[in-house]
């Protein structure tokens, strides 16, 4: 058995560094390898910024590499990027390109660049429309609707509840007659629902409910349940101003959004390269798109989680 330990090093030694050699990433058309990814790590563990141990979990390293494997990335694209900037001769005809370079070196060409852009285009009104538009469809998928409800067994018996609201406005809040039997007391529960949930429920419940104002209650309802009256306490988050009251608003958001995407001549590089990447060591390389990149952290570690996603 002895004869084969050499063979098996070798073998292990052989596969290590079929892996070591293995694609990691390609960066359009530029290759980084597992190896590349170890210098990384081993500059980490250096500088104290990747766990190690004995008791490390297997996700846990997997998590390392794909925080890793996002950040060589990110390195790679902005070199590229740096390299490419460098042969466009016009920014440094820029007066304050000699002024950037001796205070921020090779990021000169970066602020310069971010000079040289063309000034943004006017925020337009079918734009300011157009948002306007998605943050009433957010609203309205995210309202919750607090309602009181009573339900009953019988028609009769919602019947009589719903004359004496007239009369007592508390009826809602009252517990039922505990020397009823269980089987004849009707239910009585406060809960907040979606205008989804509601529909799901009962369509006749939905369209009772959003002719509502707050405080107002439904009549007798026959549902899946039964017979029911509801009351609407409460609709948050409100219902969004118009579009006129607005306008001024939105349109500072657009121009906002504009003048951080004008502040950052790499943006639009890192989201059109042609990124591939290797979700596992020695996998095949599939294409992604930045910022994603493909890689999800599974283990619950937060290792996969970088700022670079946020670029």
């Known amino acids: 058995m002895r004869n084969f330990k050499p063979a098996l090093a070798l073998l292990a030694a052989l596969m290590s560094g079929h892996l070591l050699a293995a694609p990691a990433a390609s960066v359009n058309g530029e290759i980084i390898n597992e190896s590349d990814l170890e210098a990384f790590k081993k500059a980490e563990l250096g500088l104290g910024t990747c766990g190690t141990g004995a008791d490390i979990s ?62 943004p285009q006017a925020v337009t009104e079918q734009q300011i429309a157009d948002l306007y538009k998605q943050k009433v469809e957010e609203n309205s998928k995210n309202r919750q609707f ?55 429920y009962d369509a006749g419940v939905a369209k009772a409910v959003l002719a509502l104002k707050t405080g107002e209650n439904t009549g007798v309802l026959k549902t899946v349940s039964g017979w029911e009256v509801l009351r609407l306490r409460r609709v948050y988050p409100e219902q969004l101003p118009s579009l006129a009251e607005m306008h001024d608003d939105l349109k500072e958001t657009l121009e906002a959004r504009s003048q951080r995407h004008f502040n950052d001549p790499f943006d639009s590089w890192r989201k059109n390269a042609a990124i591939k990447v ?20 599974e283990s619950g570690c937060g290792c996969g989680n970088s700022d670079i996603d946020d670029d």
């Open 58 to 119: 297997s996700q846990e390293r997997e998590c390392a590499r794909s925080r890793l494997l996002k950040t060589a990335i990110h390195n790679v694209l902005d070199r590229q990027h740096f390299e490419q900037l460098t042969k466009d001769r016009s920014l440094e005809k820029l007066p304050e390109f000699a002024t950037f370079m001796r205070l921020a070196g090779q990021n000169g060409y970066w602020y310069a660049a971010a000079l040289a852009q063309p000034v």
């Open 146 to 200: 607090e309602l009181q409800r009573v339900l009953f067994s019988n028609k009769a018996a919602a019947d009589h509840f719903l004359a004496s609201l007239q009369t007592n406005k508390r009826a809602f809040s009252e517990r039922p007659n505990p020397l009823q039997p269980e089987s004849s007391r009707d239910i009585r529960d406060s809960v907040e629902v979606t205008l989804p949930q509601m529909q799901e």
């Open 278 to 297: 290797a979700p596992k060591s020695g996998a095949p390389l599939v294409e992604v798109k930045w910022p994603e990149l493909g890689l999800k952290d």
